[in-house]
């Protein structure tokens, strides 16, 4: 076998434990999947009536807003995944588990591949249940099939930047305490964007953080593609954001997996 058939190989092993690791400790996934199903109640039944208004539904105020924040609530989702693989990253490298793959004859970038896409599977798994919850209380998406598309691998490309990000931020921290925390702005910075209400709504300097932002741009994009609603130059903003964070995460990720001490 070549060694991209052994990594291959090897990233698929490590797949199957981050998925016996769901199926083992579903306290974990139940809280990514659950937090924003909540959020999603909570602003539609709470707050739903009077934001709803002032985006100017007058007959069904909470099934415009509905539309409206749903796209947001997905983007929760996908932030709320990433901060767990923080936390599962940390565990690895705090318990041992690490020190003894080091021992072993496998791909060194498998360890950190099966951390990736188990999350992504875990992260794509609560977009779906949220679409579904949105869609039983009032979601109503206009999207054809090639939007569908569009929209999951728009979906796909965050998961995967933000996951990749996340996975840099529990190598960095030293016990699972802080991994559980540095990733925390990742469930910030969708609430101060255009996820909930328009951003020209916001005072000016929080408007100008709000519009330039990446959470801001990937929101309008899967909001355009799911609902009908412009997307302007959001989608190549957004996809630059992605490669960017993807990328630099990725690199940092490498660095710090390389030249960790076991602890």
């Known amino acids: 076998m070549s060694t991209l058939s052994y990594a291959l190989t090897d990233s698929a092993t490590m797949l199957r434990r981050q998925l016996r690791h769901m199926q083992r400790y579903p306290s974990m996934t ?3 999947l659950g937090l924003p199903v909540v959020f999603l109640l909570l602003f539609v039944y709470v707050f739903g009536g009077t934001l709803g208004a002032g985006l100017g539904g007058v007959a069904d105020s909470r099934a415009v807003y509905v539309t409206y924040v749903t796209p947001g609530i997905i983007l929760l989702t996908v932030a709320a995944a990433a901060q767990a693989t923080a936390i599962s990253v940390a565990m690895d490298m705090t318990e041992g588990i690490i020190a003894r793959f080091r021992t072993m004859a496998i791909s060194r970038a498998s360890v950190l591949t099966g951390h990736v896409l188990g999350s992504m599977i875990q992260s794509m798994l609560g977009v779906g249940i949220v ?10 998406p206009t999207a054809g099939p090639a939007a569908w598309l569009a929209a999951i691998g728009v979906l796909a490309m965050i998961s995967f930047a933000l996951i990749w990000l ?4 529990g190598l960095v921290s030293k016990n699972v305490e802080t991994a559980s925390n540095l990733p925390m702005f990742l469930l910030l910075l969708p609430f101060l964007g255009s996820g909930f209400v328009p951003t020209d709504s916001m005072p000016t300097g929080l408007r100008w953080f709000a519009e330039y932002q990446p959470f801001t741009p990937a929101t309008q994009t899967v909001r355009g593609l799911l609902t009908g609603t412009p997307i ?10 992605c490669a960017g964070i993807a990328l630099l995460s990725y690199l940092w990720a490498r660095k710090l997996y390389n ?4 602890r």
């Not at 996340?166 to 931020?169: E, H, I, M, Q, Y």
């Not at 030249?259 to 076991?262: H, K």
């Open 232 to 241: 302007g130059n959001n989608a190549i903003i957004a996809v630059a954001w």
């Open 30 to 32: 139940l809280l990514i």
């Open 166 to 169: 996340s996975v840099a931020l």
């Open 259 to 262: 030249r960790d001490p076991i």
């Open 131 to 140: 679409i579904g919850i949105a869609a039983l209380i009032g979601f109503r």
